[in-house]
């Protein structure tokens, strides 16, 4: 009884050893690094299909999603990288190809496309955007709208080189 | 008290508030614009929770007897029959938003999904199928009368919590006073009849088991 007592103090101490002196330890070069990378969100990637054609918008339009695509660590805005968009909107479901586009950012970093207006689907207002080219880390994200009387939604990109 | 409160409101009433009570939500769900949007995969899916939400507010009433001109046994055998259609109604709401779109459901089966109000509907689906499992091995069962009506109440109420949160919380059809009503008038019921019967006692109300 009392070795066990004695091996989970043991233990206890030098986890909290190891918090104490390790979680500091982490967290200064992740410091050094500048800007944390965004990671995917939860569900972000369901019913993403690859390879979403550059669209000038998606449908009708009538609804702006926008972003900017920076890079980890100094925040630099990204050029040219394809971002793509989906979503429920008045035009179709999330599953149909044709509610899915994808657009360039600018010189910037900035993107923005025209889509139709999203309406909630599965409870929620909300859009889906990915990042896939390979050059940087993939990135899913499904921002939701305050609102769904919203006509704009924004999603902001931070990715780390692959 | 329930044959007091017999006494005072005409059957008649009571059947036609029940009947409103049940119909205008329905009704305001059909007018929901979001509609328009849908495919009828996803309608009929959401209205399978519409249809859901109103069959838990019959089964307080059923359970507690608290329905005029119907024997217990009557109001029993009929609490079973919407049990069976409470459950029929999950399983076409729960399938209907599968074909919809299946990562999402998935994710909400697997509590991993981004959105909070699909935890307490799963955790409803599975207190109900509970629920209604221990109707089903009532006489299968070798359980102390209060004991079986104990675990089935409870599974019971942790589907009306569950139920409730998850509508309220969720943007969907249901016109929102309607659906803030119906949720009240649902937990308002079930707390009551949980009181009323006592369901926390080892003591049987009825000397028989009905």
């Known amino acids: ?162 | 008290m329930n044959e007091q409160g017999r006494r005072r409101v005409p059957g008649s009433v009571i059947w036609a508030a029940l009947l409103i009570a049940v119909a205008v939500p329905i009704a305001a769900a059909a007018f929901s614009p979001q509609l328009a949007w849908r495919d009828p995969v996803y309608i009929g899916a959401g209205f399978a929770g519409v249809v859901a939400m109103s069959l838990l507010l019959l089964q307080p009433l059923l359970a507690g007897g608290y329905l005029p001109d119907l024997s217990v046994r009557r109001a029993r055998r009929i609490h079973r029959w919407v049990g069976a259609g409470l459950v029929t109604a999950v399983v076409i709401h729960v399938g209907g938003l599968w074909v919809t779109s299946p990562p999402d459901v998935l994710d909400a089966l697997l509590f991993r999904a981004p959105t909070f109000f699909s935890v307490w509907g799963v955790v409803a689906m599975w207190a109900v199928f509970g629920a209604a499992l221990f109707a089903l091995l009532l006489r299968r069962i070798r359980l102390k009368w209060w004991a079986w009506r104990l675990g089935h109440t409870s599974l019971a109420a942790i589907t009306v919590v569950g139920s409730v949160v998850h509508a309220v919380l969720i943007e969907g059809t249901m016109e929102t006073v309607t659906k803030v009503l119906l949720c009240a008038l649902v937990l308002a019921l079930t707390a009551k009849v949980l009181v009323d019967l006592r369901v926390w006692t080892t003591e049987t109300r009825r000397k028989r088991k009905v």
């Open chain 1, 1 to 162: 009884m009392a070795t066990d007592a004695l091996t989970r103090r043991t233990v206890l101490a030098a986890g909290v050893a190891a918090m104490v002196t390790g979680a500091p330890g982490l967290l200064v070069p992740a410091r050094a690094q500048g800007l944390a990378p965004t990671p995917s969100m939860r569900g972000g990637s369901n019913n993403y299909q690859p390879g979403a054609s550059i669209v000038e918008r998606i449908g009708g339009g009538g609804f702006w999603m926008s972003g900017t695509v920076r890079r980890a660590g100094d925040g630099a805005p990204i050029p040219g990288q394809r971002i793509q968009v989906w979503a429920h909107t008045t035009e179709g479901r999330e599953r149909d190809p044709h509610s899915h586009g994808a657009t360039l950012t600018d010189a910037d970093g900035t993107f923005r496309l025209e889509m139709p207006q999203i309406v909630p689907t599965f409870g929620q207002p909300h859009g889906h955007l990915a990042y896939d080219s390979g050059d940087f880390e993939t990135v899913f994200l499904r921002p939701v709208m305050r609102s769904a009387e919203q006509t704009s939604l924004r999603a902001d990109f931070v990715l780390r080189p692959a």
